[in-house]
């Protein structure tokens, strides 16, 4: 079975600062694992995903992530925040095949930007 | 090129009813899958469709069908509402390129259905 953990639900970064979103997994599988984010009342977005290629996968709009086996975890991060970053943020894995888009999702982390 | 749509985007329904919720995929995906985010519940997997057939389902009631037609389109059919079934669906398509390869897509979301029992 496959689960995640996003530690802290909620964020709050200064404008220009680090953003660290952290995000642990459990798989039996080497996993696929991704980074969704959703803006109020919207969709899921693909930020970025890892599909056993480069450990550091760069997603959209400056946004990493850093696969770390020996940790099993697959945190998000961005230099330097901009207001327009405020969103909903999901980790998810899958175990890929022909099932990718079977996923299961952490319980998001909210990102607040302050000015 | 269009994305996953799904219709409509806002429904009312009365407790004990029945819903119907609609997606399509991006052209050239056959599958599609349902997921539900309820309030407080986190997004949840509900159904897969791969080429006509339901391939898993989670931890949800019979009470939740779809189905996948010809044209890889799905619907998603709620029976005997439910005041907790009041939620966002998302659908989400994605392509298959055979097993046993390394592949490389991943699954596309549409803008989701908000479905609210009263």
């Known amino acids: 079975a496959q689960s995640v953990t996003q530690l802290g639900s909620h964020v709050s970064v200064s404008e220009g600062a680090l953003v660290l979103l952290r995000c642990n997994y459990s798989s039996s599988v080497p996993p696929y694992l991704f980074w969704y984010v959703q803006y109020p009342n919207q969709g899921l977005q693909l930020l970025l995903k890892y599909t056993s290629a480069a450990t550091l996968v760069k997603g959209i709009n400056g946004f990493e992530a850093e696969f770390k086996k020996s940790e099993t975890s697959f945190h998000l991060t961005k230099p330097s925040a901009h207001m327009s970053d405020a969103a909903e943020y999901f980790c998810?894995?899958?175990?890929?095949?022909?099932?990718?888009?079977?996923?299961?999702f952490g319980q998001g982390t909210i990102l607040t930007v302050h000015p | 090129e269009a994305g996953v749509t799904q219709s409509p985007t806002h429904l009312i329904k009365t407790r004990g009813q029945q819903a119907t919720l609609r997606c399509s995929p991006i052209?050239?995906?056959?599958?599609v899958y349902w997921y539900q985010q309820a309030l407080g519940l986190g997004l949840q997997f509900l159904l897969w469709y791969d080429e006509g057939e339901e391939r898993n389902r989670g931890n949800f009631p019979p009470r939740f069908s779809g189905r996948q037609f010809p044209n890889y389109s799905s619907e998603l059919n709620v029976n005997a509402l439910e005041l907790e079934d009041s939620a966002l669906y998302l659908c989400?398509?994605?392509?298959?390129?055979?097993?046993?390869?390394?592949?490389?897509?991943?699954?596309?979301f549409g803008q989701g259905t908000r479905l609210t029992v009263v």
């Open positions: 052209s050239g995906h056959t599958s």
């Open positions: 998810a894995v899958s175990e890929g095949g022909t099932s990718y888009g079977k996923l299961t």
């Open positions: 989400a398509s994605s392509s298959r390129i055979g097993q046993g390869l390394n592949m490389n897509t991943e699954a596309f």
